[in-house]
C-alpha cells in the first residue's frame, strides 16, 4: 500500500524575488511504514526568511522537496518511539506526508498550548529571539534598544523582550498598520515605518539618548543607520540580513558607518540558536511565564494548503506578514 502526497520542489533557482514559476506541486507515492519506520500526516509547515539563501546557493538541490519546518501527526508506525496519533515535529520538509526512521523527529508535548506556538515563541524563532538579545546582546534593564523587521516573528519577539526588561524599545516595520500593531499592542515607544523619510534621521529622531542595543534582522540600510546611534560599548546582535536574501550571494547594500565601532567601541557578533542550545529549560520558562501572564504578544500569517506555500515564501520579502508565517495543511 502507499499514500499518495503532495510535494514542494524548486526547479530553478532565483535571482532576486522569487517567483511561483520557480516551484512546483508535485505528487509522489508513499509507502507504509516498514520496520522502524513511522507515517506522518504533516498539519502545519513553517515559512522562514532563512530558508531563501538556500535556494540560490545550492543547499537546496533541485527537483527535490523543499527543506523547511514541519509539524504532524503519526498516522501509522512501526517504531517503538513513535504511536499513532503522537504530535511531532521535523525539518524534513515542504511535504503533506512523511516517511522517517524516526531519527528526524522530535515528540511535541504542547502542554496546553496551542500547537502552532511551538513553530514560533515556543519555538525556534523565540528561541533565535530570547538568545539573541538576551545572551549575545547582553540586554540589561532600562537600556535604549532598536530592532529591525520588529513585525516579523523574530522581531517582535525581542522587541517585547526588551520592553519586559524596562527598556525603551524602538522598532521598524514595512507599513503604517505594523507600526501600529507594535506600537498598540506589543507597546513599543517608537515604530518606524522604513518605507517612508529617511531611515537614518527618522532612527535619529527616535533615539535622542543612542542605542545600547540594536537587535540586527535587516542589516544593509538599516545597519547603517543604527551604527552612528550606537553609544559606547553598545552591542549589535546580527541575527539575519533579510534585506541582502534575494541577492546573489545574499549580498548586502553598502555600510558606509562602521568606523563608529572604534569610536564608540561596538560589539557586533552573529548569532545562530544552536549557540543557546544549553539554556532551552530558562528559554521556556521565561516565555510560558510571559504567555501566562498575557505580556508576549503573537500574530500568525496563515496560508491555506500546500499549493500556497511557495506564495506564502515569496510573501516574506514582500510584507504579506506580521509575526510568524506558517502554510496550513488540509
Given at each position: 500500500?502507499?499514500t499518495?502526497?503532495?510535494?514542494?520542489?524548486?526547479?530553478?533557482r532565483?535571482?532576486?524575488?522569487p517567483?511561483?514559476e520557480?516551484?512546483?506541486?508535485?505528487?509522489s507515492?508513499?509507502?507504509?511504514?516498514?520496520?522502524?519506520?513511522?507515517l506522518i500526516q504533516?498539519?502545519?509547515?513553517?515559512?522562514?526568511?532563512?530558508?531563501?539563501?538556500r535556494?540560490?546557493n545550492g543547499?537546496q538541490?533541485?527537483?527535490q522537496?523543499?527543506?523547511?519546518g514541519?509539524?504532524g501527526?503519526?498516522v501509522?508506525?512501526?517504531?517503538?518511539?513513535?504511536?499513532e496519533g503522537?504530535?511531532?515535529?521535523?525539518?524534513?520538509?515542504?511535504?503533506?506526508?512523511?516517511l522517517?526512521?524516526?531519527?528526524?523527529l522530535?515528540?511535541?508535548?504542547?502542554a496546553?498550548?496551542?500547537e502552532?506556538?511551538?513553530?514560533?515563541?515556543?519555538?525556534t524563532?523565540?528561541?533565535?529571539?530570547?538568545?539573541?538579545?538576551?545572551?549575545?546582546?547582553?540586554?540589561q534593564?532600562?537600556?535604549n534598544?532598536f530592532?529591525?523587521?520588529?513585525?516579523?516573528a523574530?522581531?517582535?519577539?525581542?522587541a517585547?523582550?526588551?520592553k519586559l526588561?524596562?527598556?525603551?524599545?524602538?522598532?521598524?516595520?514595512g507599513?503604517?498598520?505594523?507600526?501600529?500593531?507594535?506600537?498598540d499592542?506589543l507597546?513599543?515607544?517608537?515604530a518606524?515605518?522604513?518605507?517612508?523619510?529617511?531611515?537614518?534621521?527618522?532612527?535619529?529622531?527616535?533615539?535622542?539618548n543612542g542605542?545600547?542595543?540594536?537587535?540586527?534582522?535587516?542589516?544593509?540600510?538599516?545597519l547603517?543607520?543604527?551604527?552612528?546611534?550606537?553609544?559606547?560599548f553598545?552591542?549589535?546582535?546580527?541575527c539575519?540580513?533579510?534585506?541582502?536574501?534575494?541577492?546573489?550571494?545574499?549580498?548586502s547594500?553598502?555600510?558606509t558607518?562602521l568606523?563608529?565601532?572604534?569610536?564608540?567601541?561596538?560589539?557586533m557578533?552573529g548569532?545562530?540558536?544552536?549557540?543557546f542550545?544549553d539554556?532551552?529549560?530558562?528559554?521556556l520558562?521565561?516565555?510560558?511565564g510571559?504567555?501566562?501572564?498575557?505580556k508576549?504578544?503573537?500574530?500568525?500569517?496563515v496560508?491555506?494548503?500546500?499549493?500556497?506555500?511557495?506564495e506564502?515564501?515569496?510573501?516574506l520579502?514582500?510584507?504579506?506578514?506580521?509575526?510568524k508565517?506558517?502554510?496550513?495543511?488540509?
Amino acid at each position: 500500500m502507499s499514500t499518495v502526497s503532495q510535494e514542494v520542489h524548486l526547479v530553478a533557482r532565483p535571482d532576486g524575488l522569487p517567483t511561483s514559476e520557480q516551484f512546483q506541486l508535485v505528487e509522489s507515492d508513499v509507502s507504509d511504514p516498514a520496520a522502524g519506520e513511522v507515517l506522518i500526516q504533516n498539519r502545519w509547515m513553517s515559512v522562514d526568511p532563512a530558508m531563501r539563501p538556500r535556494l540560490s546557493n545550492g543547499q537546496q538541490p533541485i527537483n527535490q522537496v523543499i527543506s523547511g519546518g514541519a509539524l504532524g501527526t503519526v498516522v501509522a508506525s512501526r517504531n517503538d518511539r513513535f504511536k499513532e496519533g503522537d504530535i511531532v515535529q521535523h525539518g524534513s520538509g515542504w511535504r503533506e506526508y512523511h516517511l522517517s526512521d524516526g531519527s528526524d523527529l522530535d515528540h511535541l508535548d504542547a502542554a496546553g498550548y496551542p500547537e502552532t506556538l511551538y513553530m514560533h515563541v515556543l519555538g525556534t524563532t523565540g528561541f533565535t529571539a530570547w538568545g539573541g538579545i538576551l545572551i549575545t546582546g547582553k540586554l540589561q534593564d532600562g537600556e535604549n534598544v532598536f530592532v529591525s523587521a520588529a513585525a516579523g516573528a523574530v522581531g517582535s519577539v525581542a522587541a517585547q523582550i526588551a520592553k519586559l526588561k524596562g527598556c525603551y524599545t524602538i522598532g521598524s516595520a514595512g507599513s503604517e498598520s505594523k507600526c501600529d500593531w507594535l506600537r498598540d499592542t506589543l507597546g513599543l515607544d517608537v515604530a518606524i515605518n522604513y518605507r517612508e523619510g529617511v531611515l537614518r534621521k527618522n532612527l535619529k529622531a527616535a533615539a535622542p539618548n543612542g542605542l545600547d542595543v540594536y537587535f540586527d534582522n535587516v542589516g544593509g540600510e538599516h545597519l547603517d543607520a543604527a551604527l552612528p546611534r550606537m553609544n559606547v560599548f553598545g552591542r549589535i546582535p546580527i541575527c539575519g540580513m533579510i534585506s541582502a536574501y534575494n541577492n546573489f550571494g545574499a549580498i548586502s547594500t553598502g555600510v558606509t558607518t562602521l568606523a563608529n565601532m572604534v569610536y564608540q567601541r561596538i560589539t557586533m557578533q552573529g548569532f545562530v540558536v544552536w549557540d543557546f542550545n544549553d539554556r532551552k529549560d530558562e528559554f521556556l520558562d521565561d516565555m510560558r511565564g510571559w504567555l501566562n501572564s498575557g505580556k508576549m504578544h503573537y500574530e500568525e500569517t496563515v496560508f491555506e494548503g500546500i499549493e500556497s506555500a511557495s506564495e506564502a515564501l515569496i510573501g516574506l520579502f514582500t510584507g504579506q506578514n506580521t509575526g510568524k508565517m506558517l502554510v496550513k495543511l488540509a
